[in-house]
């Protein structure tokens, strides 16, 4: 399966758990809105999910 230009996905706040999604590629991860700690991504958003 190819991959697009950009993918959306969600990122976490580690420290205060502020989710907001994104559409990658960035430079690079953005920081919290909330306490400013650098977000990581928690999930890959595609089409479809797999249970």
């Known amino acids: 399966?190819?991959?697009g230009?950009?993918?959306p996905v969600?990122?976490?706040c580690p420290r205060c758990?502020?989710?907001q999604i994104i559409y990658l590629p960035v430079e690079d991860?953005?920081?919290c809105p909330e306490c400013g700690t650098r977000m990581v991504i928690e999930e890959?958003?595609?089409e479809g999910?797999?249970?």
Do not use: A
Request: no cysteine; net charge neutral.
């Open 17 to 19: 758990r502020f989710t």
């Open 5 to 7: 230009e950009k993918e």
């Open 29 to 31: 991860l953005p920081q």
């Open 44 to 46: 890959l958003l595609d």
């Open 10 to 12: 969600q990122v976490v």
């Open 49 to 51: 999910k797999s249970y």
């Open 1 to 3: 399966m190819e991959r």
